[in-house]
């Protein structure tokens, strides 16, 4: 029975531990120790690399900047937010760590990330705009732009081919005139991941642009997404999805290209693709069979691409060696270093990542139609509320109507619970 | 209950303490503080990490605490949030269900495997181990490879439906499917350790009664359900509390094959409570999922040891 018992309390206790344990941490008051400590990911695919890369970057900060000592420290992607959070709530956490737009209203909203106009400031005017509104939150800053990433077409020439298709379709027109003809070449027409571990910002949400619609109100206080355009844009997966022009495998996929229909050859093309995934493919299909194309067109041609920042700890002992630490990687020479060694494009108009060959080209053009998402500190909840509307659209159990206006109303009731 | 040991040369039994006289039960005896100094440790290490933790989910359970560290007292309201979310009803129904195939699936996969290898006797050892095997695997390698095998267009399920001129099922696309599925694969990863408590029930059964069974004309059947089954009766108990407590704590199958998808139909109590806590950072309410889940399978573990568990 004690087994028993202590397997019962295994949950809770997992949870309780990383909650209350955390939470016992040290908050005493900052003091200067010239000591930086910066959480990245793993920013350079090629994981050695990335490690060569951001120990040389430590290297020439404290050349510049005697005294301070900076340690880079490894984070996989996976579960991020998790481990922020459990750092963040016992008060403690790296001094400077690597956030995205999306990311950043909910730790501001819990006080975790302090201010970094006066970083910027200086150099304000030679940054994207929308690269430096997607970082804000509340009128201030609260990270600086080192990279800026692009999602665009990808398709499969061998698989259009196949299908007697010369020119790769680019809008949501051409794709539902592609479907019937790459169906009867055997071949599904556009990859889509539906799983609700799966970013909708690398799903819906492009397609909901697309057609001119908004997740959130203007306010960010409603959900947006029913409108007509919402509705516009889930009857075109639906009709996809019905007629076979999704694969199935797509409710479960998440957004990982090799082990999706894209990456496996099923289907002629994907629409939210990375230059990684592009590189990944060309191994597998061949780099003649890899065409890039521009976001796809709607409405309106939107492509989601969002600015990668460096954020302060708010908890941080020693914030202006942090702020130091920015202000070296927002140079110039720093951004076309760090967006030549990871494939990132630069979010400063004054310096340009040259590009390695007519892929990186094409990914490059496809910046002007970068969107960085509606950052909202409820964005993660809505998007586990309308991913499973969105599935019920899918395999049939709701019109579109009927599943974002079922989505609305919950993520109006979660938005009216925000404290 | 306090039990003491017989004296070396005596009958060897266990007795309970309560047949003492007060002064002696009261009294720890010299081999008795050894014992406790020996559990001490464990003791403590059980009380720090286990209730302890738990103790501060039932306060955290009762706030509203911010990533930051700030936290308001709302005494139960988190737990009135729980009786009206919509998503918490779903979550339970999908874990009872969830429940409701895996237990029976998982001891009877266990029990008749057992039974196979007690008949066996020619390398045991070695199929003890060939079914062991996945116990020791990885959950999320074993449902990587089961979405794999699931696959709705080139899975090898639907592979060999197709050589049948059947299918092809999408297995985890179908809310009507993917629980039973997802219980297949934790069934098949876990069986194992069920296996070998019930092999070893099995081989404790003196063959005595079964022969005086025999020899009073009951078939295999008879010995089964007559001999067999109520001699195996502590074991299937223990068993059955471990596989149900086992199914309501699910979660990384379903993380890893479905999202918890199609329409949340593979969305446990557990992935809602990881959710909560990790991904919203409501660490109160999360807190307050788990206590729930751990009151709901208290209530039901005592309810099977009324049923099947009775001390006879």
Known sequence: ?419 | MTTTLDPPGGTGGVRPAGRLSGRRAGRLSGRSRAGLLFVAPMLVLFIVFRFVPVAGAVLLSLTDYRLSGQWSFIAVENYTRLLSDKMFHESLAVTLTYTVIFVPLTVLLSLGTALLLHQVVWRRGFFRGVFFLPYVTSIVLAAVIWKWIYDAESGLLNGILGVLSLGPVDFLGRAELVLPSIAVTSAWKGFGYSMLILLAGLQSIPRSYLEAAMIDGADSWQRFRYVTLPQLRPVLFFVLVIETIQAFQVFDAMYVMTGGGPVRSSYSLVYMLYDSGFKYFDFGYASAIGLVLFAIVLVVSLVQRRLVGRDD
């Not at chain 1, 019962?8 to 000591?35: R, Y």
């Not at chain 1, 379709?169 to 592609?178: G, L, N, S, V």
Request: hydrophobic share 40%.
């Open chain 1, 1 to 419: 029975m004690k087994t028993s018992v202590s397997r019962i309390l295994a949950p809770l206790t997992a949870f309780a531990v990383a909650a209350t344990l955390a939470a016992c941490g040290d908050s005493s008051e900052s003091s200067s120790t010239g000591s930086v400590t910066v959480w990245m990911y793993p920013v350079i695919a090629d994981e050695q690399a990335n490690t060569a890369y951001w120990a040389q970057v430590e290297k020439d900060f404290e050349a510049a900047n005697s005294g301070t000592d900076l340690k880079v420290e490894q984070q996989p992607w996976a579960n991020r937010d998790q481990k922020l959070a459990a750092a963040f709530s016992g008060g403690k956490g790296p001094d400077v760590l690597l956030l995205g737009p999306d990311q950043i209203p909910q730790y501001v909203k819990n006080g975790s990330l302090a201010p970094v106009d006066k970083v910027v400031e200086p150099v304000k005017s030679s940054f994207l705009p929308g690269a430096l509104t997607a970082l804000t939150t509340d009128g201030k800053l609260y990270a600086a732009p080192i990279y800026h990433t692009i999602t665009t077409t990808l398709y499969n020439k061998k698989l259009l081919d196949k299908a007697g298709i010369t020119t790769p379709p680019q809008t949501w027109d051409e794709i539902k005139a592609a479907a019937p003809k790459l169906k009867a070449a055997g071949v599904a027409t556009l990859d889509y991941s539906a799983s609700p571990e799966a970013t909708l910002n690398l799903n819906f949400y492009p397609l909901l642009w697309q057609a001119g619609g908004s997740v959130f109100s203007a306010d960010g206080k409603k959900a947006a997404f029913n409108e007509p355009a919402g509705v516009e844009a889930l009857t075109f997966l639906t009709s996809l999805y019905s007629e076979g022009a999704i694969p199935k495998s797509g409710l479960t996929n998440g957004n990982v290209i090799a082990d999706q229909a894209l990456g496996k050859q099923q289907v002629a093309m994907g629409f939210t693709n990375t230059p990684a995934d592009a590189k990944t493919v060309t191994t597998t299909w061949g780099a003649g069979n890899v065409v890039v194309g521009m976001p796809l067109e709607g409405k309106k041609r939107v492509g989601f691409g969002l600015p990668g920042g460096l954020a302060v700890n708010a908890a941080s002992k020693n914030i202006e060696a942090a702020e130091k630490f920015l202000t070296f990687m927002i140079e110039p020479k720093q951004v076309v270093a760090l967006g030549t060694a990871s494939g990132f494009l630069s979010p400063r108009t004054d310096a340009k990542v040259p590009a390695k060959d007519a892929q990186a080209e094409k990914f490059a053009d496809a910046l002007q139609y970068a969107f960085p998402g509606e950052p909202n500190p409820a964005a993660r909840q809505v998007m586990s509320l309308l991913a499973a509307e969105i599935q019920a659209a899918l395999t049939g159990k709701k019109t579109p109507q009927q599943a974002l206006d079922d989505g609305a109303k919950a993520a109006d009731d979660l938005l009216s619970r925000q404290r």
